[in-house]
């Protein structure tokens, strides 16, 4: 009877005993436990997914898996509705995601002190009961705490509040999901029991219809690195990032912004090594507006239709000596924008670059965007990036034509008339040029020079940074 039962294990994906020692120590383990006549019991796993439960089970059935040393239970696409206390179990990885969970037990998790990774994600909880992730009750009445516990996801559920104390017992926690909830505000409660996480290293707060963060929600999360706080509400960027200076990844994608045309919070973020600020309603990037981003390698600012102007100093601040600074910028994506031109201003280094994308973009092919052509086509190449899908959609002449096209045929782009110029509207600048062009006609040497200095993107008149001489070298041998 016993070697029956373990053939039924054997059944299940193990190696058939090849003598007699393996068919001694197998005859000591208990019957099929009822788990793993529903599931799939192997190699320290239970693989329960997808097989149409509509109940956890009971702290009888998973005691029947103690000498099984299972280390990862996987529940997810199941009909669970209620998940109760489970057994003392080695269980490390648990995933109850894609279920349709209302309810966790008080405790549910106390006896699984090795618990590192917890899945939730993906059911129907709108109320969490704080003491589901609570653990077990010493006689001393202290509560050991879920030390291990270092993953936890609560995404795609109904939450509108995270109760006081919820995390308590899991403050070593790394990584927290709360994304796709509507939780709407992040009030003093959920603050304070987020606030007690001091090692968390990354939190998702994406779509939870969040119009701000509370000012202190950074101040004790030390340890931050990632935040993803995309596909929310905020219309500016959230003043409550300026303490959140650890971090060097922030998701600010789908989020409704129009406008960036100051120095923000953002600029505390010295540490941040890629920002993302796509599909948002974005119009205007102003001069300094992402400025102070020191450490930034990674900049994605994409898919924002509205997205007419970019100014050429967006990424550019100073120093305390006036010095004009940039971040040293690796990868930069404005695809898909409304900008007419990318200026050779936006980076300092564009050697630096090694990805890029620029498509999409209804860009005007006249005379100050010849350095498109001549330098950023060549530049692209080199890094295996595409300037084929750069088209033109002006002037007239040229409409359709692709940079790398233009490149191809050495072609020399028109400057724009000066009057026609002067009555494009909504054009600030060249409102500016045809006014400079205007006052300075009576003086041809002037205006030479002006226009000289216009298009000049080779020979800089600008500051440049002082310390930076072989650098200057570099950009100039561009
Ligand atoms: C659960 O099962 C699914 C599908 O078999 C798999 O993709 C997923 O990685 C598993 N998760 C865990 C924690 O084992
Ligand atoms: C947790 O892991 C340790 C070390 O591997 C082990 O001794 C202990 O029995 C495990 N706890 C449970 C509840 O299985
Ligand atoms: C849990 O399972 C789902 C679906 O099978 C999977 O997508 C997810 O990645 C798993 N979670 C973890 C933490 O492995
Ligand atoms: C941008 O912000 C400034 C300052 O808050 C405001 O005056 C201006 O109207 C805004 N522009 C747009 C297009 O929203
Ligand atoms: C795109 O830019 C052009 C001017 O360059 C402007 O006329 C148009 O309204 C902009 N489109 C949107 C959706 O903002
Ligand atoms: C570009 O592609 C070529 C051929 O696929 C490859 O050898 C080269 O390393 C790539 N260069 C870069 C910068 O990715």
């Known amino acids: 009877m016993y070697l029956r039962a373990f053939c039924v294990v054997v059944m299940f994906g193990m190696i058939c005993p090849q003598d007699e020692t393996d068919i001694i ?27 149409q439960l509509t109940q956890s089970f009971t702290l009888e059935e998973w005691n029947q898996l103690k000498s099984l040393n299972i280390k990862e239970v996987n529940l997810s696409g199941n009909s669970i509705e209620m998940l109760t206390v489970i057994a003392e179990l080695p269980i490390e990885k648990l995933n109850v995601s894609q279920n349709r969970l209302e309810m966790i037990d008080d405790w549910c998790f106390k006896y699984l002190e090795n618990l590192s990774t917890l899945d939730l994600s993906r059911n129907e ?23 291990k516990m270092r993953y936890l996801s609560l995404a795609h559920n109904d939450l509108h509040v995270i109760p006081k104390d919820a995390f308590a017992f899991m ?12 939780l709407g505000i992040l009030d003093q409660v959920a603050t304070g029991t987020l606030t007690e996480l001091p090692f968390l290293r990354e939190l998702v707060l994406s779509g939870c219809g969040l119009e701000t963060l509370p000012d202190g929600l950074f101040r004790s999360l030390r340890r931050l690195e990632r935040l993803d706080i995309s596909s929310n509400k905020f219309t500016t960027i959230p003043a409550a990032l300026n303490s959140a200076i650890t971090i060097n990844y922030l998701n600010f994608d ?3 912004i129009t406008n ?14 890629e920002l993302r600020l796509c599909n948002t309603r974005l119009q205007t990037i102003g001069p300094g507006a992402l400025g102070g981003l020191a450490s930034l390698e990674t900049l994605y600012i994409c898919n924002n239709p509205r997205l007419t102007t970019i100014d050429e100093e967006f990424l550019n601040w100073k120093d305390d000596d006036g ?8 990868r930069l994506y404005l695809h898909n924008n409304n900008v007419s031109e ?16 620029f498509h999409d973009n209804p860009y005007v092919c006249d005379c100050k965007n010849q350095w498109m052509v001549d330098v950023l086509v060549p530049l692209i190449t080199k890094i295996n990036g595409s300037a084929a899908d750069m088209i033109c959609t002006k002037p007239q002449e040229i409409r359709g034509m692709s940079f790398y096209q233009l490149f191809e045929n050495s072609k020399t782009l028109e400057c724009p008339q000066a009057a026609e110029t002067a009555v494009l509207p909504g054009s600030e600048t060249a409102i500016v040029l045809g006014v400079i062009i205007g006052v300075f006609a009576a003086f041809p040497l002037v ?4 226009l000289l200095w216009r298009r000049g993107y080779f020979a800089k008149c600008r500051k440049k940074m002082s310390s930076d001489q072989d650098s200057d070298e570099e950009h100039a041998a561009l």
């Open 125 to 147: 909880l709108e109320d969490l009961n704080k003491r589901a992730f609570w653990g077990l009750l010493l006689p001393d009445s202290k509560i050991r705490p879920l030390s």
């Open 323 to 330: 010095t004009d600074l940039w971040p040293a910028l690796k």
């Open 260 to 273: 960036l045309t100051e120095k923000t919070s953002l600029s505390t973020l010295i540490r941040l090594r």
């Open 342 to 357: 990318i200026d050779p201003d936006f980076l300092f280094r564009w050697d630096q670059i090694t990805d890029a994308s």
């Open 254 to 256: 789908k989020n409704p």
């Open 171 to 182: 403050h070593n926690l790394r990584y927290l999901d709360l994304s796709r909830n509507p």
């Open 25 to 51: 120590e197998s005859t000591t383990i208990d019957p099929t436990p009822e788990i793993c006549k529903v599931c799939e019991c192997a190699d320290g796993m239970l693989d329960c997914t997808n097989r």
């Open 447 to 450: 205006f030479v020079i002006v």
